[in-house]
């Protein structure tokens, strides 16, 4: 079956504690991204991945990183996490057609929280 | 900054009635447009897509309209079923741009 996979699903730490979250695809798509859900402000991109090793911010990047090693693979790192990054995480890809990026296709979401 | 916007936060409608949703996009040169459901505890879903070169597109029960001249696009769910509550929104995708700019969302209420 064609998907978005995420881990964990959900999670609590304290501030300042690393975490890293795993987004995994199985569609073999290039375009890979990073979003957080807040109520009234919508889906807003953390990070966003073009292919294997490339790599480039968002609209809300502060506080954290991404990295693309492998096509399938995209994690978030927080490597110091606040409260205010308490949020609803999703992961999404996408792939290329005749030069335009195609809709993306999300994972289940890991709803994140920071004490 | 650019941005996409709902017209209404919540939409309530009959079992049965069509449903209308709408969305404002602030990109005139935006060339790609998707609505998403989002059901509770899930991860938004692909309903529909349109490009700029089209007007209109149907799917299963549902159509999209774009109309560029006011940047307002609408779906239209019709004989709306229990199990299309849920929140959608739309996004864009301006031209030479790897990225997407979403809506905040209108929640559809089903009633019985």
């Known amino acids: 079956e064609a998907q978005v996979t995420q881990n964990p699903r959900y999670l609590i730490t304290v501030t300042g504690k690393k975490l890293t979250v795993t987004c995994s695809q199985n569609?073999?798509?290039?375009?890979m991204s990073w979003y957080r859900q807040d109520p009234g402000l919508g889906l807003r991109q953390i990070y966003y991945?073009?292919?294997?090793?490339?790599?480039d911010k968002g609209d809300v990047p502060e506080g954290y990183k991404v990295s693309r090693k492998e096509k399938r693979n995209f994690p978030l790192i927080l490597e110091s996490p606040s409260p205010n990054q308490t949020s609803l995480y999703f992961c999404?890809?996408?792939?290329?057609?005749?030069?335009?990026?195609?809709?993306?296709?999300f994972g289940p979401g890991t709803r994140l929280l920071v004490l | 900054g650019e941005s996409v916007g709902l017209h209404l936060p919540t939409l309530s409608v009959q079992e049965g009635d069509n449903s209308i949703i709408n969305c404002a996009y602030s990109?005139?040169?935006?060339?790609?447009f998707i609505w998403y459901k989002q059901e509770s505890g899930k991860g938004p879903q692909f309903i529909i897509d349109?490009?700029?070169?089209?007007d209109k597109r149907q799917g299963q029960r549902v159509t999209v309209l774009l109309n560029k001249t006011v940047k307002h696009l609408s779906l239209q769910i019709a004989a709306t079923q229990p199990g299309d509550s849920a929140v959608y929104f739309c996004?864009?995708?301006?031209?030479?741009?790897?990225?997407?700019?979403f809506g905040t969302g209108t929640r559809l209420k089903v009633l019985a």
């Open positions: 999404a890809s996408s792939f290329w057609r005749a030069g335009s990026l195609e809709t993306q296709y």
């Open positions: 569609m073999n798509h290039e375009y």
């Open positions: 991945s073009m292919n294997v090793e490339v790599t």
């Open positions: 990109n005139s040169a935006s060339d790609y």
């Open positions: 349109i490009r700029s070169n089209m």
């Open positions: 996004a864009e995708n301006p031209p030479g741009t790897y990225k997407y700019i």
